[in-house]
T-cell receptor, first 115, second 115 residues
Framework: KNQVEQSPQSLIILEGKNCTLQ??????????LRWYKQDTGRGPVSLTI?????NTKSNGRYTATLDADTKQSSLHITASQLSDSASYIC??????????????FGKGTHLIIQP | DAGVIQSPRHEVTEMGQEVTLRCKPI?????LFWYRQTMMRGLELLIY????????DSGMPEDRFSAKMPNASFSTLKIQPSEPRDSAVYFC?????????????FGEGSRLTVL
């Protein structure tokens, strides 16, 4: 069964610190992996999309890594800011697996940045 | 572009009432998706359209749910009659390239509470 598991479920860190969020998946065949940021009361916004051939991708202070062999991805946030407080959702795409849209969604990691 | 526009942002209704959620996709995007988000299950695909035609509605939970897309710039999701278990945030998303390749652009969501 195609699944995307994210850890931790929630995380609290101090402003200015770094953190890493994890995503493990069993989706097959793999097409791409995305990370979304969802602010409270808002819709998800794409941070990065990685295909099989990409093992790292950055978007400002956000850096995503992908290990397609172990089926793991991580999202590293550098020098966290209060505005980074949000849920971060990992989504894996598959041309034949997942939902009708080919996507399998994780349940997200809820990140809180404290001043 | 203004992005994907959803209305209403919040809806509180009583059990048994009809609920209609509305969505205007990004101009030029041929794919439109309706998702439901709950704490327990995360984001789940309900239905998606291509060029105004419903392609897959296997995620629609029951016959009480229906969706239409009368033209390229408007879609509705209707629940009749509504039940308390329908309480969730409903997102509309659109894309230019089909899933799972295309990037999804989400609206801000409609938070539904059924009493």
């Amino acid at each position: 069964k195609n699944q995307v598991e994210q850890s931790p479920q929630s995380l609290i860190i101090l402003e200015g610190k770094n953190c890493t969020l994890q995503c493990n998946y069993t989706v097959s065949p793999f097409s791409n992996l995305r990370w979304y940021k969802q602010d409270t009361g808002r819709g998800p916004v794409s941070l990065t999309i990685m295909t099989f051939s990409e093992n790292t991708k950055s978007n400002g202070r956000y850096t995503a890594t992908l290990d397609a062999d172990t089926k793991q991805s991580s999202l590293h946030i550098t020098a966290s800011q209060l505005s980074d407080s949000a849920s971060y959702i990992c989504v894996v795409g598959s041309r034949t697996g997942g939902g009708a849209d080919g996507l399998t969604f994780g349940k997200g990691t809820h990140l809180i940045i404290q001043p | 572009d203004a992005g994907v526009i959803q209305s209403p942002r919040h809806e509180v209704t009583e059990m048994g009432q009809e609920v209609t959620l509305r969505c205007k996709p990004i101009s030029g995007h041929d794919y439109l998706f309706w998702y439901r988000q709950t704490m327990m299950r995360g984001l789940e695909l309900l239905i998606y359209f291509n060029n105004n035609v419903p392609i897959d509605d296997s995620g629609m939970p029951e016959d009480r749910f229906s969706a239409k897309m009368p033209n390229a710039s408007f879609s509705t999701l209707k629940i009749q009659p509504s039940e308390p278990r329908d309480s969730a945030v409903y997102f509309c998303a659109s894309s230019f390239i089909p899933a799972p390749t295309g990037e999804l652009f989400f609206g801000e969501g409609s938070r539904l509470t059924v009493l």
